[in-house]
């Protein structure tokens, strides 16, 4: 049957891949919508988005506004979790219509007694509608537009904004046309704004020599939240495997007492619901999860689908596995990277239906345990569909949960992850160095689509990362990488104690920790005080009260005359909240150079007296020129100025 339109709905935005994967925001997030909308002729169009929530069962409408060459744009704000719906309606006005070419005939001198006529017939089903003074003034157009004794005051009333705004809000939407329905799934804030802090549970205890417990990390959670974090996440807790355990340093013989690594997951004690005996109980672990709690953090567990040769799975469900014909499997490898201590899963298993609901319950398990945020290991060694499945069933009845993918690989695996459901992702921030690759790298990340549906994390290192700038590297290098990490981007997180103690001796020639903790527990002095511990704690701290930094995508770097030197402003929705940092790459050297205020962006003319409040320092500064001069130095690298107008 044939379906007549007119009007012409194009290039919705924003979408993934046409409406096939949902964009993501956060609660009270802005979803800025822009459509192509054209129809023959040159007949007035409307337009409005229509929005709704899962729950909701009636469409939410705002109208949009035309900006130019055929391109509409309007905006909703998503104020709960879940699914929101919204697409693009547009119609030809014709009640608008007629009220513009009568004006321009009028204009033009011409006698409009027909066209008041057919004005008339517009407002007629709008009295009926009408109530009160309203209802009274268009029962008045009705009469004096079929009335020529009244020719002069109905041109008068007909040319109005009152009569222009009485359409405009009540459109007959004849052959409205709507576009294909789009998805924005909003998450809760910690979505968006996070601040992770990583270290190894078995390596908290106060004593030389002795494995950590669960206790022990609930005595440095304090400590933890005085450094501003708000997240504490740890590597598996589970059993270790004791066949082709590993031995320190990744060596491949264990000796008696290597802990082996806690990747290579499973024992005779458990496998993934299980805790390791050395850690403590499960109802250690839930003690942790309400200390955490208590201390305004958030535990994020480990979601690491591997096993040891020892594992439970592999006696239990042989068909998770691949056999080879000598009856062994074929342990974990990434080239050159060999993990003898794991046996990959077989995704490909025609069993794939129970093993895709155990690891489905395993999540359940933790979730019911208190856990809410799971950082999620080698994810791209899994099928994508598989990560769709779980994380949306997952999200069904728990929307609180947090994903982050753990995948330093391929750019567009990584943003398949982000598309098939992850809340947040790893980056490639850990490698970017000079002032060109940082800024090219978050340009990419803020201003193409990747900003609808891929949160980046920013991680200065990992235990699997000891970048080559922070081996050997002084005081001033960590400050600057974590100055980094924490204004360019909203979600970021460390790996302590050993970023903060500058710890970064490496295996010679590679980008990994010498006596790394992923194969042995570290004794640490959880007391030591330093400048750069200081520092974290006020750059977090200021995260913490300016919503500028609280998201990743409103930044604009600025023209500064250094390479060595970087500058951006960052500002929230409404613009309330505007932040200017200016941070030096060299870790030995003073560097100068005159920064370009971006005015404009802040709403100021070229004189007009700024106040810059240096948030590290407390100075305070007065600015009236386009272009102001700044030094950087090696002891304090970096300037976080909240801009005061």
Not at 246 to 260: I, Y
Not at 514 to 526: C, I
């Amino acid at each position: 049957m044939l379906n007549q339109k007119r009007v012409v709905i194009d290039y919705v935005s924003p979408s993934v891949n046409c409406g096939e994967f949902y964009i993501k925001r956060v609660v009270n997030e802005i979803v800025n919508v822009d459509a192509h909308i054209l129809a023959d002729g040159h007949d007035v169009l409307g337009a409005s988005i229509l929005y709704k929530h899962e729950n909701d069962k009636i469409w939410n409408e705002t109208r949009m506004t035309l900006r130019s060459n055929d391109e509409w744009h309007a905006s909703f704000k998503v104020e709960k979790q879940g699914f929101y719906t919204y697409k693009v309606q547009a119609w030809v006005d014709y009640a608008l219509n007629w009220r513009y070419g009568l004006i321009r005939k009028i204009n033009d001198g011409q006698h409009v007694v027909s066209e008041l006529l057919e004005g008339a017939e517009f407002i007629e089903p709008l009295i009926k509608k009408a109530n009160g003074d309203e209802k009274v003034y268009l029962e008045h157009l009705h009469h004096i537009f079929k009335n020529e004794t009244h020719y002069g005051e109905a041109i008068t009333e007909a040319a109005k904004d009152r009569l222009y705004k009485i359409f405009f809000d009540n459109p007959a939407k004849i052959l409205a046309n709507s576009s294909n329905e789009f998805q924005v799934y909003v998450d809760r804030k910690r979505a968006r704004f996070s601040t992770w802090y990583e270290f190894f549970p078995r390596s908290a205890s106060e004593q030389e020599g002795v494995h950590g417990t669960f206790n022990d990390c609930a005595r440095l959670l304090p400590r933890v939240k005085s450094m501003g974090f708000n997240v504490v996440y740890l590597p598996p807790i589970h059993p270790i495997g004791e066949v082709n355990r590993k031995g320190k340093n990744n060596t491949t013989e264990a000796k008696p007492g290597d802990v082996g690594s806690c990747w290579g997951i499973g024992s005779h004690y458990g496998g993934h619901k299980g805790i390791h005996p050395q850690l403590g109980s499960l109802d250690d672990f839930k003690a942790l999860i309400q200390a955490a709690k208590d201390n305004d953090l958030e535990i994020a567990m480990d979601y690491a689908l591997q096993a040891a040769p020892d594992h439970p799975w592999v006696k239990d469900h042989p068909s998770w596995f691949k056999w080879r014909p000598d009856g062994s499997v074929q342990y974990a490898e990434n080239p050159p990277k060999k993990y003898q201590d794991i046996l990959p899963i077989y995704w490909e298993s025609e069993d794939y239906e129970k093993l895709w609901k155990e690891c489905l319950d395993i999540l359940i398990y933790w979730i019911d345990c208190g856990v809410n945020i799971f950082r999620v290991d080698n994810p791209h060694t899994k099928p994508f569909y598989f990560w769709s499945w779980i994380i949306s069933k997952v999200k069904e009845k728990h929307p609180d949960v947090v994903f982050l993918a753990e995948a330093f690989t391929a750019p567009k695996v990584m943003q398949q992850l982000a598309k098939q459901g992850f809340t947040q992702s790893y980056t490639y921030f850990t490698w970017r160095e000079s002032k060109h690759d940082l800024i090219q790298y978050v340009e990419e990340l803020t201003k193409s689509e990747l900003k609808e549906y891929m949160q980046p994390n920013f991680w200065p290192n990992t235990p699997d990362i000891n970048p080559y700038h922070l081996q050997g590297a002084n005081e001033s290098m960590h400050m600057i990488r974590y100055a980094l990490a924490a204004t360019l981007s909203s979600s970021i997180g460390i790996y302590g104690p050993v970023f903060e103690y500058m710890l970064s001796d490496p295996l010679l020639g590679k980008e990994e920790y010498l006596n790394s903790e992923k194969f042995q527990f570290t004794h640490y002095d959880w007391n030591i005080k330093n400048k750069l511990i200081t520092l974290i704690a006020k750059i977090n701290y200021i995260r913490n009260l300016n919503e500028a930094l609280q998201q990743t995508n409103n930044i604009k770097f600025c023209h500064i005359q250094n390479d060595n030197l970087m500058a951006f402003y960052k500002w929230n929705e409404d613009r309330t909240n505007e932040i200017l940092v200016l941070i030096s790459l060299d870790s030995h050297n003073s560097q100068q150079g005159t920064v370009q205020v971006p005015l404009h962006d802040i709403g100021v003319h070229h004189g007009h007296n700024l106040e810059m409040h240096d948030l590290i320092t407390d100075s305070r500064y007065n600015w009236n020129s386009e272009w102001c001069f700044v030094e950087l130095h090696p002891t304090l690298p970096f300037h976080i100025f909240k801009i005061n107008k």
